[in-house]
Protein backbone atom coordinates (compact mmCIF):
# COMPACT_ATOMS: atom_id res chain seq x y z
CA UNK A 1 0.00 0.00 0.00
CA UNK A 2 2.46 2.24 1.29
CA UNK A 3 6.10 2.51 -0.96
CA UNK A 4 9.09 4.50 -0.47
CA UNK A 5 12.12 4.66 -3.27
CA UNK A 6 15.06 7.01 -2.66
CA UNK A 7 17.74 7.97 -4.74
CA UNK A 8 20.50 10.57 -5.20
CA UNK A 9 22.90 9.23 -3.43
CA UNK A 10 26.34 8.96 -4.22
CA UNK A 11 29.85 10.09 -3.81
CA UNK A 12 30.79 13.63 -3.28
CA UNK A 13 34.06 15.26 -1.45
CA UNK A 14 34.27 17.19 1.54
CA UNK A 15 32.01 20.98 0.92
CA UNK A 16 29.91 19.43 -2.03
CA UNK A 17 26.53 18.78 -2.39
CA UNK A 18 23.68 16.34 -3.18
CA UNK A 19 20.17 16.19 -3.44
CA UNK A 20 18.34 12.74 -2.49
CA UNK A 21 15.13 12.01 -3.50
CA UNK A 22 12.05 10.26 -2.05
CA UNK A 23 9.28 8.82 -4.73
CA UNK A 24 6.17 8.20 -2.71
CA UNK A 25 3.35 6.31 -3.67
CA UNK A 26 -0.02 8.20 -3.92
CA UNK A 27 -1.53 10.18 -0.88
CA UNK A 28 1.47 9.46 1.32
CA UNK A 29 2.07 13.14 0.78
CA UNK A 30 -1.27 14.22 1.47
CA UNK A 31 -1.50 12.47 4.43
CA UNK A 32 1.29 11.37 6.73
CA UNK A 33 4.06 12.92 7.89
CA UNK A 34 7.37 12.00 6.35
CA UNK A 35 11.42 12.21 6.69
CA UNK A 36 14.85 11.28 5.87
CA UNK A 37 17.14 9.08 8.53
CA UNK A 38 20.36 7.75 8.16
CA UNK A 39 22.81 5.25 9.50
CA UNK A 40 26.56 5.76 9.44
CA UNK A 41 28.98 2.81 9.82
CA UNK A 42 28.91 1.43 13.69
CA UNK A 43 26.98 3.48 14.55
CA UNK A 44 22.65 3.48 15.49
CA UNK A 45 20.09 5.24 13.14
CA UNK A 46 19.17 8.85 13.65
CA UNK A 47 16.65 11.35 12.38
CA UNK A 48 18.19 13.49 10.04
CA UNK A 49 15.10 15.51 9.25
CA UNK A 50 11.48 15.26 9.07
CA UNK A 51 7.93 17.69 7.41
CA UNK A 52 5.13 17.14 9.84
CA UNK A 53 1.71 16.74 7.72
CA UNK A 54 -0.59 18.62 9.84
CA UNK A 55 0.97 22.01 10.13
CA UNK A 56 4.25 21.63 7.36
CA UNK A 57 6.76 22.27 10.64
CA UNK A 58 10.19 20.98 9.73
CA UNK A 59 12.61 19.04 12.08
CA UNK A 60 16.01 19.42 11.58
CA UNK A 61 19.07 17.03 13.75
CA UNK A 62 21.25 19.75 15.28
CA UNK A 63 24.11 18.29 13.08
CA UNK A 64 22.67 19.24 10.02
CA UNK A 65 21.09 22.84 10.65
CA UNK A 66 22.02 25.57 8.24
CA UNK A 67 23.45 22.65 6.03
CA UNK A 68 20.22 20.09 4.79
CA UNK A 69 17.31 21.36 3.86
CA UNK A 70 14.10 18.95 3.72
CA UNK A 71 11.17 19.84 0.70
CA UNK A 72 8.30 18.01 -1.15
CA UNK A 73 6.53 18.06 -3.89
CA UNK A 74 3.04 16.69 -3.62
CA UNK A 75 2.54 16.79 -7.68
CA UNK A 76 5.52 14.74 -8.45
CA UNK A 77 4.63 12.56 -5.07
CA UNK A 78 8.67 13.47 -4.22
CA UNK A 79 9.83 14.89 -1.26
CA UNK A 80 14.04 15.98 -1.28
CA UNK A 81 16.96 16.33 1.48
CA UNK A 82 19.44 18.90 -0.38
CA UNK A 83 22.60 18.35 1.53
CA UNK A 84 25.13 21.48 1.30
CA UNK A 85 28.84 21.76 2.92
CA UNK A 86 28.50 18.04 3.39
CA UNK A 87 31.42 16.40 5.56
CA UNK A 88 32.64 12.94 5.86
CA UNK A 89 30.46 12.68 9.07
CA UNK A 90 27.55 12.63 6.80
CA UNK A 91 28.47 9.17 5.10
CA UNK A 92 25.85 6.79 5.72
CA UNK A 93 22.42 4.87 3.95
CA UNK A 94 20.14 7.44 4.06
CA UNK A 95 16.59 5.79 4.43
CA UNK A 96 13.42 8.23 3.93
CA UNK A 97 10.17 6.79 6.48
CA UNK A 98 6.88 8.33 7.44
CA UNK A 99 4.44 7.61 10.23
CA UNK A 100 0.48 6.84 9.76
CA UNK A 101 -0.31 7.18 13.20
CA UNK A 102 1.29 10.21 14.86
CA UNK A 103 1.11 8.44 18.36
CA UNK A 104 4.80 9.99 19.02
CA UNK A 105 7.00 13.12 17.68
CA UNK A 106 6.57 13.28 14.07
CA UNK A 107 9.95 12.82 13.75
CA UNK A 108 10.66 9.75 16.33
CA UNK A 109 12.07 7.11 13.90
CA UNK A 110 10.21 4.43 16.51
CA UNK A 111 6.89 6.45 15.15
CA UNK A 112 7.90 5.34 11.83
CA UNK A 113 5.17 3.09 10.01
CA UNK A 114 6.75 2.44 6.19
CA UNK A 115 10.88 2.52 5.32
CA UNK A 116 12.55 2.82 1.85
CA UNK A 117 15.53 0.56 1.21
CA UNK A 118 17.87 3.51 1.36
CA UNK A 119 20.33 5.05 -0.78
CA UNK A 120 23.78 5.15 0.54
CA UNK A 121 26.05 8.78 0.63
CA UNK A 122 29.81 8.87 0.67
CA UNK A 123 31.68 11.69 1.83
CA UNK A 124 35.38 11.69 1.10
CA UNK A 125 38.73 12.95 -0.58
Known amino acids: QVQLVESGGGSVQPGGSLRLSCAASRFVLDYYSIGWFRQAPGKEREEVSC????????YYANSVKGRFTISRDKAKNTVYLQMNSLNPEDTAVYYC??????????????????WGKGTLVTVSS
Open 51 to 58: ISNSDGEK
Open 97 to 114: ATQVDRRLGFCDQMGMDY
